[in-house]
């Protein structure tokens, strides 16, 4: 009996032990300045943290591969609007990345702006062919740029591309040092004081182009605390609602959590759509549009030299987990 007793105990110290390990009284969660989204009223007014039951850390990245960096490394657990593209990549290059949901829709808030003085529109695109143009490699940006210009019939190879921030591209498009940039949000705006975009969000569309980011995780924090990712995403959903139902009552505090003039916040909010649970659950997305569109983003990086290989649609349907989305009322 004493040879049983401790076993039991022994099974029962690993188990609270164990437990204990999987306990979470902090939660970090990565956003972007500048980029103004409906669920940072939920965030500013702590209302994550409540729901939730811990304490809520946001951490602000200039780009969506720092973010995932940052999930490689255990310092983020939920990347909260991270660019696709770089979710792509990721998952390509076998990092442990799940996508659980869509954190908005835009066209027309990432985009590529021509300096006035380089005179180049989409008619004579051509002449981008040995210019520099900003923008940062391996983002949402980079890739929107990539397809504008095949569709355009400019060859990539003889574009000096230059990687560079968000921030740093608009800067160099100011300065003139470069023909063209492309970037999202605050930097977008400032680029649009020195230029005029390629092509318009709608032209883009017309053309397959589909745009948004999303909210992702990592396998590993999904399966430990399946509930506080099921809470989260519940939260982002009442924002959301709320938000939908009278957007103005909101831009201040918007502004005020991303670090932007009002105006210019009302400015980039207006190109969003923040699609409710149901819309994300609907076959165009979670339900088999966006792992269809994994894929073909992966292969296109292939085709363009930018990744060696792909993955199976298989691979990348693991990578795309709807389960908390459903769990939502």
């Known amino acids: 009996m004493k040879k049983l007793y401790k076993q039991l105990s022994a099974t029962l110290l690993t188990a609270v032990i164990s437990t204990t390990a999987m306990a ?55 990347a909260y609007s991270q660019g696709f593209i770089p979710f792509v990549i990721g998952v390509t290059k076998g990092v442990d990345l799940k996508l659980i949901g869509v954190a908005m829709t835009y066209a027309d808030n990432d985009n590529c702006v021509v300096h006035k003085d380089a005179k180049i529109t989409k008619e004579n695109a051509k002449d981008l062919e040995g210019k520099k143009v900003a923008t940062l490699t391996s983002g949402v940006s980079y890739y929107k740029m990539l397809k504008t210009l095949e569709h355009l019939k400019v060859d990539v190879k003889k574009v ?124 165009d997305w979670m339900q088999g549009g966006v792992q269809a569109f994994t894929k073909e983003v992966a292969d296109f990086f292939v085709k363009q030299k930018e990744l060696k290989k792909s993955l199976s649609q298989a691979d990348y349907d693991k990578a795309i987990d709807a389960s908390f989305l459903e769990k939502v009322k």
Not at 172 to 199: H, I, P, Q, S, W
Request: proline share 2%; aromatic share 8%; with cysteine.
């Open 160 to 283: 000096k591309v230059l990687s560079m921030s968000n921030t740093d591209a608009a800067a160099a498009l100011a300065r003139g040092d470069v023909d063209m940039a492309c970037g999202f949000g605050g930097a977008l705006n400032r680029m649009k004081e020195y230029g005029d975009v390629l092509m318009t969000g709608a032209e883009q569309e017309a053309i397959g182009l589909k745009v948004f980011d999303i909210v992702a995780t990592t396998n590993k924090f999904a399966k430990e605390h399946p509930e506080l990712v099921t809470k989260f995403m519940q939260v982002t959903e009442d924002a959301n609602v709320a938000y939908s139902k009278d957007p103005a009552k909101y831009y201040k505090t918007l502004a005020k959590a991303s670090g932007m003039k009002e105006a210019d916040a009302v400015k980039t909010l207006k190109k969003f759509t923040f699609l409710t649970s149901k819309e994300q659950l609907s076959k």
């Open 24 to 78: 979470k009284d902090e939660l970090n969660v990565a956003y972007f300045l500048e980029w103004p989204s409906a669920n940072q009223v939920a965030q500013v007014e702590k209302i994550y943290d409540k729901e939730m039951g811990v304490t809520v850390n946001w951490r602000s990245f200039g780009d969506g591969n720092a973010m995932t960096a940052a999930m490689v490394s255990g310092d983020i657990d939920i």
